[in-house]
């Protein structure tokens, strides 16, 4: 079996202001990294708005629709930006994560990942934030339980930030357990332990500044023996790599072999419960030399797995 990266020349249309952290270097970096290694290349389909209904209600996403300017940027909120080309990038993230369950269920691939932006997981119900617009992650589980017909998807996220949008999104869906482990305190401030889901179906892992590979650790193994016990059909993970100590915009210590090992934990959890079915979407990830050599080793560990 085979590893495939889903991306889109689409997501490089949207632009922020000079200086902003989430740019469009991220995404070119991403593909200079993996550019050598074989994997099954896609290109991310635009998703449509049935597919971001699941998530989010017409009326948002028709606001954000009417929100893209005809040139030049567009402020959302003090962190959130459009540009033209905006909400196609953002539909090719939704497409992209929607195709790579397809072609992990339909047994094309063993696993996915997918290099696109603008990312997703603080998107909530009906407010776009944190650099985010829709849920993307969070849409590729509802996806996979209503037209795949999924009893149990897991959805996990080690960005440095809390994935508040995700917590939102799956919070009365009892078919999902979110898993994510994020520094506290930091922006946007939600993630407490006492954040539990309408099912007891979320699971929040604060981490203390300067918290390294071995705290990090420590707290995943359980979380990934629950993940076991959950039993899920299908692994998702929002893959952010903001949690490294040479990001700029945190202050976790984490090294790039911490994302090697907490991506090939997953995969091996996953190889006992789902047959390896896991499908990886790039959130985070703000240093541009950190973005690219972590990428490359999650990229190379699902490439491993799927071996």
Known sequence: MA???????????????????ERVARLEHVWHALADLDLVRESAPEADDAA???CHPQAYIDRIAAAEPAEGIHQLDE?????????????RGVGGALRAVDMVLGGE??????ATRPPGHHAETQTPMGFCLFGTAALAAK????????????????????????QDLLWDEPRTLFIGSHQMPLWPGTGTADERGA?????????????????????????????????PELLIISAGFDAHKDDPLAQLDWET???AWITRALCDMAAKVCGGRVVSTLEGGYDLSALSAAARVHVQELMGAAR
């Open 109 to 114: 691939v063993q696993n996915a990942f997918c």
């Open 79 to 91: 962190d959130t930006w459009m540009s033209p080309g905006s909400m196609r990038a953002a539909r």
């Open 143 to 166: 996806y996979a339980l209503d037209v795949k017909g999924l009893s149990r998807v897991a959805v996990v996220d080690f960005d440095v930030h809390h994935g508040n949008g995700t």
């Open 52 to 54: 971001l209904l699941r």
């Open 199 to 231: 099912h007891d179906n979320i699971q929040n892992i604060p981490l203390d500044p300067g918290s390294t590979g071995t705290e990090m650790r420590a707290a995943w193994e359980p979380a990934i023996a629950r993940l076991a016990a959950f039993n």
């Open 257 to 259: 072999e911490d994302f």
């Open 3 to 21: 590893t495939a990266l889903i991306t889109h020349a689409d997501c490089l249309e949207h632009v922020t202001p000079d200086g902003h952290p």
